[in-house]
């Protein structure tokens, strides 16, 4: 009789079942247990039914064979299940689903791409599983299995043998009887074979419970399938740093390097493993370069698995397996750089139509070659493992097909990048969408984009459609290299300007404005030729840039003479158009003053009427800001807020910051309404400016222009942690476009240091300043027009807080500083500190703030608590409160709330 195993029985029928084995009576083992016969007899029959026994003579028999694995440890045991050299990392979750899966379906499925980690997960869960099935199991891995040999693999390990007139399955099912659990392991090669064996033991064994890995799924009734997918960033990283731990304990491996390597590797745990291998010997950033030739570097010499010694290996298995037409689908699908859509793998295969691709695509995805996920619409993407995709390509190289792919390929994206520009949606509502679909084919845009000795009709074209993606994603640099490519692939100049004008807008967004100056000369000699007068707008915006954004990287050059030789050579170019007669005015008024910056009112508003009436809504920004830098010059700075506000208002409302030559003058025109508003202390306008930039998409990508513009105003509120936060954002991406060299960067990180100065932390202060001055080199702050006044300002109110160097601090604020932005602050600044120090010049600087006080509230404030100082007045002081209050200025109200309580 078979050895057949003994099912999950209680401890009371456990000593009944080994009663029977010795042949003894029911009373015999009654007197023996202390119970009744009666009971006996019930627990005789329970477990004639529970081992499936005929009779009694038969249960005697399976009751003795059960004894006989108790003496050697057998019970319960699983046959065949192996023990791992190393710790399964991460998988909890999945170990506890598949267990959930096991206990309560008879046929349970792992499915996963070679590498996953079915059978560690497999593994894990027999283990976990040992008190579910009390009875013996068996854990079979069918990698040695040929075709027609699974019922053989199977009995081998249950130590069956085939008896005469029994067929080994049938044998196999007689050891299996009770609640059993078989492992059935790496079946993907003989899928039929297992799928006829499951079905017949389910049908046969009722009790008996069936675990499966493989990279396709049988497709029998009642089974229950789970997809190992690929390991979570924190598992990747677990695993890659165990493991190369293991190899090298000396190698440290940051986190998020390891996290990333992960990423790159599809989250693969044999992927992972084998390159954690490598690091011994190639280093960190040995392996990470590698990772471009990943079926070479993903290589080991002898592991136990012969199919796990390399990626490749592994891939291959899965390859071989292929019926042609999928192998064929495989290859083409692999030019796709990331996931794909139905559509795109239609314009790669029209041959198969849309019915014959989704059919190829859920073929593969059931051999675990490719992935299949839902996308935030609910449309179904496809995309390649980590190794499938470069063997893939290795047999598309070595195809006939291969150019005839790759022209379907570029027509596909030419193709799809039209129809997502057109497609474009103006508000931030509806980008949502849009925008995954265009994230979901932007690398496959990006490898499209054809050098200029690959040119043809269309390339240019589709180089611009790509830049014009990038910058709505806001890759703002990288729309700026495409704009590059799309001119050097333009058969007329006209177009290269247009290009070239559009990249120098890009380059100014994302670094500074010396780079867009080049590019807008350029721009002016490609369309010098055909067009003329796009030459003269070039040269004329190439002037006004140049003036206008004169501390963003610009120094010395281009000095006036250059300048001027440039309008010259506009105004012979310009002919009669009215764009250019509107660039020639605004360039003349940024150019009109002695010194740069320095523009003349009647300059500006022949600028202004020129370009109004030319209708040209960036060139009347540029020469609004023109005349808003004239009306502070002239001691207006509450003149130059509303026009700074029109100017915003006219940008905005033509959603000009969906095009890069209209996000510069938005942009700029939301940190000239946060400058003017803070140069008059509306502070509520300042910061109402800024949360505009938050709430639009489009600008997200220049934190260093918008989000600078918040850091002053929430120093001046009291906002001191935001106003430290927006700094140090602004300085990241300083550091990350090595762009130090920006004095338009210099006044706003001086408003961090007021708020850390205020806020008591020297070192803060002290890095603030330093940063500050960085950016402001070589210029020296106290030397520059816009920028003296504010840091005389900022070291005067720190002093004032801390009692500090008061003295030093008057003397450097006292001074009559150029009319601008912030020289009311250092006005009403000096005539404080004048007072705490009782110095005999009070009055007079009293009187001299005292002429910012109509247009300035700030100045009217603090004008308010330095009498009610000097006077010991508490109405004074009670209105400075008030003042404060209104403006938003809490820091300020609540240091004058306890000067009133000082000095009552």
């Excluded at 592991?303 to 192998?327: G, N, Q, Y």
């Amino acid at each position: 009789m078979p050895d057949l195993p003994v099912d999950a029985v209680s401890p009371r029928e456990r000593d009944v079942l080994a009663a029977v084995a010795e042949h003894r009576t029911n009373a015999e083992i009654a007197h023996r247990l202390h119970l009744s016969v009666r009971t006996v007899e019930s627990h005789v029959s329970s477990l004639l039914r529970k081992l499936g026994a005929r009779d009694r003579r038969e249960l005697a028999a399976l009751a003795a064979g059960a004894a006989a694995r108790a003496e050697t440890g057998a019970v319960g045991d699983l046959v065949g299940l192996p023990r791992g050299r190393t710790s399964l990392v991460g998988r909890t979750a999945e170990v506890d689903a598949v267990a959930r899966l096991v206990a309560e379906s008879r046929i349970t499925t792992v499915l996963g791409p070679g590498g996953a980690g079915k059978t560690r997960v497999a593994v894990a869960v027999a283990e976990r599983s040992r008190s579910w099935f009390a009875s013996r199991g068996a854990f079979v891995d069918l990698v040695p299995a040929a075709a027609g040999a699974v019922d053989a693999a199977v009995a081998t390990v249950l130590g069956v043998a085939q008896r005469p007139q029994v067929t080994l399955t049938e044998a196999v099912a007689a050891v299996l009887r009770g609640r059993v659990l078989l492992v059935l392991d790496n079946a993907e090669h003989v899928t039929d074979d297992v799928a006829a064996l499951v079905v017949h033991l389910a049908d046969a064994l009722p009790d008996l419970h069936v675990l499966v890995t493989s990279r396709e799924r049988l497709g029998v009734p009642g089974e229950a399938v789970f997809h190992l997918g690929p390991l979570s960033d924190s598992d990747a990283a677990a695993l890659f740093v165990e493991r190369s731990s293991a190899v090298d304990p000396t190698v440290e491996v940051p986190t998020d390097a390891a996290a990333s390597l992960g990423r790159r590797l599809d989250g693969s745990p044999l992927a992972i493993e084998l390159a954690a291998a490598r690091v011994a010997s190639m280093g960190l950033a040995g392996v990470e370069a590698g990772l471009d030739d990943v079926l070479r570097l993903l290589t080991l010499g002898r592991p136990a698995d012969r199919r796990h010694r390399s990626l490749r290996a592994v891939v291959e298995w899965s390859h071989a397996a292929l019926d042609e037409d999928e192998r064929a689908a495989l290859r083409t699908v692999s030019v796709m750089a990331g996931p794909f859509d139905l559509e795109a793998a239609t314009a790669l295969l029209p041959d198969e139509g849309r019915g014959g691709v989704a059919d190829l695509l859920g073929r593969l995805a059931d051999k675990s070659l490719v992935r299949r996920t839902a996308g935030a619409d609910g449309a179904d993407r496809w995309s390649l493992l980590v190794g499938v995709r470069e063997l893939a390509r290795e047999h598309l190289a070595a195809s006939d097909d291969e150019a005839q792919t790759r022209r379907r390929y570029a027509a596909w994206a030419r193709s799809r990048a039209r129809d997502l520009v057109e497609a474009r949606p103006y508000g931030a509502s509806t980008l949502g969408g849009w925008a995954d679909d265009v994230d979901g084919v932007m690398d496959d845009l990006r490898r499209c984009v054809p050098s200029r000795a690959a040119a043809d009709a269309g390339a240019r074209a589709f180089a611009r459609d790509v830049a014009t993606l990038a910058f709505a994603r806001g890759f703002v640099a990288e729309a700026g290299k495409h704009f590059r490519t799309a001119a050097a692939l333009a058969v007329r100049g006209s177009d290269a300007a247009v290009d070239l004008t559009d990249a120098a807008a890009c380059v100014h967004l994302v670094s500074d404005a010396r780079e867009a100056y080049q590019l807008l000369l350029d721009a002016a000699d490609a369309a010098r030729v055909d067009d003329p007068g796009a030459a003269a707008v070039a040269l004329a915006t190439a002037v006004a840039v140049a003036e206008r954004f004169r501390g963003a990287g610009f120094l010395a050059d281009p000095d006036a003479a250059t300048l001027a030789a440039l309008l010259t050579e506009a105004e012979a170019l310009g002919g009669g158009g009215e764009h250019a007669r509107a660039s020639l005015a605004t360039a003349r008024a940024w150019a009109s003053g002695a010194e740069h910056q320095h523009v003349l009112p009647a300059a500006a508003a022949e600028a202004v009427a020129a370009a109004r009436h030319g209708g040209e809504i960036l060139v009347l920004s540029a020469a609004l800001d023109a005349s808003s830098t004239a009306a502070a010059l002239d001691g207006r700075p509450d003149e130059s807020l509303r026009l700074s506000a029109e100017r915003l208002e006219i940008v905005t409302a033509a959603s000009a910051e969906r095009e890069p030559c209209g996000a510069v003058e938005v942009v700029d025109a939301l940190r000239s309404v946060a400058s003017y508003a803070v140069a008059t202390g509306r502070l509520d306008l300042a910061l109402d400016a800024c949360h505009r930039v938050d709430a639009n998409p489009a600008l997200e990508p220049h934190p260093c222009w918008a989000k600078g513009s918040a850091i002053a105003p929430l120093a001046l509120a009291g906002a001191f942690d935001d106003a430290e936060r927006a700094a140090a954002e602004v300085w990241r991406n300083v550091e990350a476009t090595r762009r130090f060299r920006n004095v338009s960067l210099a006044g706003p990180l001086l408003g961090a240091a007021l708020a850390a100065g205020l806020r008591g932390d020297r070192s803060a202060y002290a890095l603030w300043w330093e940063r500050s001055r960085r950016v402001a080199g070589p210029a020296s702050l106290s030397e520059s027009p816009n920028l003296a006044p504010w840091a005389a300002f900022v070291r005067a109110r720190v002093a004032l807080a801390e009692g500090g160097d008061l003295t030093g601090a008057l003397a450097e604020v006292a001074q009559t500083f150029v009319p601008g932005r912030f020289d009311g602050y250092a006005a009403v600044a000096a005539a404080e500190l004048a007072v705490v120090l009782d110095a005999p010049d009070a009055d007079g600087l009293i009187e001299r703030a005292d002429t910012y006080a109509a247009h300035h509230r700030w100045v009217a404030a603090a004008l308010l608590r330095t009498r009610g100082r000097r006077d010991r007045d508490p109405a004074l002081l009670a209105a400075s409160e008030s003042a404060w209050d209104a403006m938003g200025a809490a820091y300020e109200s609540g240091e004058t709330r306890a000067l009133a309580k000082e000095l009552a």
